[in-house]
């Protein structure tokens, strides 16, 4: 596939990489992206809608009405970028360090290519605002992105896999992103007499590794979960035991039935623990993503298309994650698939989010090829809303 793909455009897809890669804008600030990808969806004739959920774009390309959406994120991350790479971005504080610029570059190529080529039923392009912070999806929707659709499909350069693999899964392929704080509020004192005291840092310590027992004792051992402790904030001196620890976490899940009830699991190993202890705790929790869950039957015309294009032992069908995304706010109300198309560069690991993230520019033609496919073969297929 690599050598088979023209040169010149393999050349124009890296060059607007790299353009948008110098100039990375966060959450719902995506003017500039949203602007520029509005130009060159217009330069192919597409009935473009800008303003989507805040500064997303949307182009309506083939005939008739829009049936298929295929979703691109645009949005960048709080972080200095350390990738060494000459491209890299002009903006103090700011990282394509999640690949949303090659998703973008992606979209926009294949856009291209399904214009020219349109298929029988109408794709609806959408670049979306605000994935990594959250809310981006659901604004898109409050707009109407999904009026008259009935299939969704997207994808995600994904750096645990080599170029030229391609990975997917018949079912929850990313798991539900959840947050929660937790206060825990004891009697401070001095250092030298804590009998005088009720140590929430003592307390505090106590949580953080009774909460390891929800996931090793609560959740079925052939479910998946994940329960972190990210943070903890907790006094400023070496004398003081203070009266106060903040702990901040998240809970990943894949089932239903487990993310029902992680709340009320948490919240009772945390208020156990503090009374133990002679303090009170507090639990907040919040949804932040549901689980991506591909819909089986789209899920197999995504992999045919790629064992087609890659050879079969390049498309791994097993491949899932306790990471999130909110491509989980469109697979919940229509079916679609949401895949990974491997882009890890040569040497050292280049975690996504990391300011040393980088990928191999070679995947932005698998990821191009593939999509391209995928929309014609998903459009065809003609799923129906359940
Ligand atoms: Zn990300
Ligand atoms: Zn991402």
Redesign the pocket.
């Known amino acids: 596939m690599l050598d088979r793909f023209p040169a010149d455009e393999y050349r124009s897809i890296v060059e607007l990489r790299r353009d948008l890669h110098r100039h990375p804008e966060l959450a719902f600030e995506e003017s500039r992206t949203g602007a520029l990808v509005a130009a060159r969806l217009a330069r192919l004739g597409a009935a473009v809608a800008t303003g989507v959920g805040k500064t997303g774009v949307t182009a309506d390309v083939g005939e008739g009405g829009a049936r298929l959406l295929v979703r691109a994120?645009m949005d960048a991350l709080p972080l200095t970028e350390a990738s060494g790479e000459e491209f890299s971005s002009e903006e103090a504080g700011r990282m394509h360090a999640?690949?949303?610029d090659g998703h973008v570059a992606i979209a926009l190529a294949a856009a291209g290519r399904l214009r020219r080529d349109p298929p029988a039923r109408g794709l609806r392009f959408l670049f979306q605002p605000a994935?990594?912070r959250g809310g981006g999806a659901r604004a898109c929707v409050a707009d109407g992105v999904l009026d008259g659709v009935t299939a969704a499909i997207g994808l995600?350069l994904w750096n645990q896999l080599p170029v030229g693999k391609v990975g997917v899964f018949r079912g929850a392929m990313m798991a539900a992103v959840d947050e929660f704080e937790i206060s825990v509020r004891g009697r401070g004192g001095h250092g030298a007499a804590p009998h005088e005291t009720f140590d929430p840092i003592v307390a505090a310590a106590r949580i953080v590794e009774a909460l390891q027992t929800v996931v090793s004792r609560e959740v079925s051992p052939l479910d998946s979960a994940v329960v972190t402790i990210a943070s903890i904030h907790g006094g400023d001196a070496f004398n003081i035991i203070p009266s106060t620890v903040r702990l901040t976490g998240t809970a990943r899940w894949f089932t239903e039935a487990t993310g029902a009830a992680m709340p009320a699991k948490i919240g009772r190993i945390v208020s156990g623990t503090a009374a133990a202890a002679g303090v009170s705790a507090h639990l907040e929790y919040r949804r932040i993503n549901r689980p991506v869950v591909n819909d089986p039957r789209v899920a197999d015309v995504v992999i045919e298309a790629a064992r087609r294009l890659l050879g079969e032992e390049n498309v791994d069908t097993e491949t899932r994650t306790l990471g999130g995304?909110d491509m989980s706010v469109y697979l919940d109300r229509v079916p679609g698939c949401f895949f990974f198309v491997g882009s890890a560069p040569e040497g050292p690991h280049r975690p996504?989010h990391s300011p040393e993230f980088a990928i191999d520019e070679r995947a932005l033609v698998v990821g191009t090829t593939l999509l391209e496919a995928a929309a014609r073969d998903v459009a065809a297929a003609a799923f129906e809303r359940a």
Do not use: V
């Open positions: 994120d999640c690949g949303h994935e990594e995600h995304e996504h």
